[in-house]
Structures are given as structure tokens and as C-alpha cells.
């Protein structure tokens, strides 16, 4: 099994930063895909970015691209994501995903494990 916890989510004002964190235990996922993605209220999920844990390649959401960096530390096992220049229209739950296999694309259903989210709430 494994389990994904993330941290790190908190209020801020319109160009502020803030970092998440997600810590990965359980099965060993050298060849997943781990990415972030965001609910906010009444909306689907939203495909964030990803990052290879292999290679480290990364893609990213045109809505975010330029202001958020993913990233991950192979020895603690921990994924990052910095959020700079935030804005109001960033407010949602964000939730680390590990892939089911070696390759994803940017659906929820290419991922398979779950944590149970972070709040980010931008203030204008």
C-alpha cells in the first residue's frame, strides 16, 4: 500500500507563496509519476503538474506555468510543490497523486494513489 500525506497549505494574500509538501511511504515508486492536482468548490479536478520520479521531466498546467515548480527529494521520499504569485483564482484543495503505472498523462484516472488533500485559500 501506499500512502501520500500532504502538507503545507494555508492562506495567503494575492502574490504570496506558499510550499506543499507531499511525503510518499509504502511500496517503492521509482518508475511512478507523481502529480498535483486541485478541486476547488463546485469544480472538477484539475491536473496541476507532474514530475517523473525516474528523470525528474516535468509538465505543467498553462494556468500555472511560470509561477509553480514541482519537484521531489529522493531521500526523504518527499515531493514539493512551490507556489509563488499565487492568486485568488488558485483557492482549492490540493491533492499529491502517484501514477498506477510508469507513464501519466494529466487525468485523474491515470493516477492511482491519493492523499487526502491540503487547503490553499488565496485572499484578493
Known amino acids: 500500500q501506499v500512502e501520500l500525506v500532504e502538507s503545507g497549505g494555508g492562506l495567503v494574500q494575492a502574490g504570496g507563496s506558499l510550499r506543499l509538501s507531499c511525503a510518499v511511504s509504502g511500496r517503492t515508486f521509482s518508475t511512478a509519476v507523481m502529480g498535483w492536482f486541485r478541486r476547488a468548490p463546485g469544480k472538477e479536478h484539475e491536473f496541476v503538474a507532474r514530475i517523473s520520479w525516474k528523470d525528474t521531466t516535468t509538465y505543467y498546467a498553462d494556468s500555472v506555468k511560470g509561477r509553480f515548480t514541482i519537484s521531489r527529494d529522493n531521500t526523504k521520499d518527499t515531493v514539493y510543490l512551490q507556489m509563488n504569485s499565487l492568486k485568488p483564482e488558485d483557492t482549492a484543495v490540493y491533492y499529491c497523486?502517484?501514477?498506477?503505472?510508469?507513464?501519466?498523462?494529466?487525468?485523474?484516472?491515470?493516477?492511482?494513489?491519493w492523499g487526502r488533500g491540503t487547503q490553499v485559500t488565496v485572499s484578493s
Open positions: 497523486a502517484k501514477s498506477w503505472t510508469s507513464w501519466a498523462g494529466t487525468k485523474p484516472s491515470d493516477f492511482g494513489s
